[in-house]
């Protein structure tokens, strides 16, 4: 009876290792904005409102980004988006 019980613990041992688990296929895409502010301190004191607005409209494009992850099972590339100044 012992006999019988080992081989067929082997053979179940056997059996579930040879098994190769079933992969899974993913791959996605995750997009992130980014903000920032900057203050023109003493600097912009001196400015007027439309002086300041102007600004602030020049350098929107280079302080607002987005970046795009594309990712599968087995890279990731992570680029950031190009916009063009107007």
């Known amino acids: 009876m012992k006999a019988i019980l080992t081989k067929i613990g082997i053979l179940s041992f ?8 079933v ?3 993913f791959q996605g895409q995750a997009i992130y904005f980014s ?5 023109l301190g003493s600097w912009g004191a001196r400015m007027s409102e439309a002086q300041k607005k102007q600004i602030q409209a020049r ?7 987005t970046y795009v992850l594309n ?12 916009k063009l100044d107007a």
């Open 59 to 65: 350098l929107k494009n280079r302080l607002e980004k």
């Open 23 to 25: 992969n899974q296929e």
């Open 71 to 82: 990712f599968n099972k087995e890279e990731s590339v992570f680029n950031e988006e190009d």
């Open 35 to 39: 903000k920032s502010t900057m203050e």
């Open 14 to 21: 056997i059996f579930l290792t040879s098994i190769e688990p």
